[in-house]
């Protein structure tokens, strides 16, 4: 892996984000930070000084707008990676991506793209937490087929052979199919309960509508981004005191990078790579 600090790479998605800004607002397209990058807004008014990613939700109708919006409304080096795109993006969910970088990670054999922010569909899940949860588990369920069918995870246990084998008789875009019409089966606008299915932190990525509905302008590294408007409320449910920092031992990226090189075009490393 090349030298790269942080702080460099921060500054790298701080320019990602402007372009997604720009366009959602030219197309008046609703979003919201998500997780740590909401975190970073109220607590560092900009990233968390060891977090090296960015996450953003939008409800599903303007999720879909973006991700169906023509090549010539972005940047050259700006590409939306999704699902319907890619061969080797089987997460239901897109990412906004320089083509001008190179990044791999320690996962699913070390897929070769550029650095990134991810970008989570919002969707519906009923009108109570109880319903919302049943949600969830049938998303949770269909999540681990698709994961399965790509051999994502160590074999660990008979049943988890038993669904690796379930999982890898059925097509992937079948099951990718099936896990989306669950997601979209519930009308955003129509629930007073809604979620991002596919967020780091399961069920607590559920709340009432009410909590994030209204986007509402953060600083963050200098300037305004949308984020959820009741942002106590959020935080709190994923965090707990989350103005509280961790430990020390703590403070570091999730993220385990095998190569990144922040100038170098990722079709020019795959070609290198062949």
């Not at 008014?45 to 977090?51: H, Q």
């Not at 052979?161 to 669950?182: F, G, H, N, P």
């Amino acid at each position: 892996m090349n030298s790269f600090s942080t702080r460099e790479l921060q500054l790298k998605l701080l320019e990602i984000m402007k372009v997604f800004h720009n366009v959602c607002e030219k197309h008046e397209l609703k979003y919201f930070m998500l997780g740590g990058t909401m975190l970073g807004a109220i607590r560092h008014e900009g990233f968390i000084p060891w977090d090296d990613d960015m996450d953003v939700g939008m409800p599903r109708e303007d999720y879909e707008r973006l991700i169906n919006l023509p090549k010539s409304e972005l940047p050259e080096n700006i590409i939306i990676k999704t699902p319907y795109n890619s061969s080797d993006l089987i997460f239901p969910y897109s990412k906004i991506m320089d083509s001008n970088t190179t990044l791999v990670e320690d996962r699913l054999d070390g897929i070769i793209e550029g650095i990134y922010i991810d970008v989570f569909p919002l969707d519906g899940a009923g009108n109570s937490m109880k319903y919302a949860k049943l949600r969830y588990l049938g998303y949770y369920w269909k999540q681990g087929l698709l994961f399965n069918n790509q051999d994502y995870g160590e074999k660990r246990t008979i049943l988890r052979r038993l669904v690796q084998k379930y999982a890898r008789s059925r097509d992937i875009q079948t099951l990718y199919m099936s896990l989306e019409k669950w997601m979209k089966r519930i009308q955003y606008d129509k629930s007073t309960v809604i979620g991002n299915y596919a967020g780091a932190w399961g069920f607590k990525e559920f709340v009432m509508k009410d909590i994030m509905e209204t986007p509402v302008l953060y600083e963050f590294e200098g300037l305004k981004l949308y984020g959820v408007n009741n942002s106590h409320f959020y935080l709190s449910s994923l965090y707990g005191d989350y103005m509280k920092l961790p430990p020390e031992d703590k403070q570091k990226s999730h993220h385990k990078i095998k190569y990144i090189n922040l100038n170098q075009p990722f079709d020019g490393y795959k070609e290198l790579k062949v």
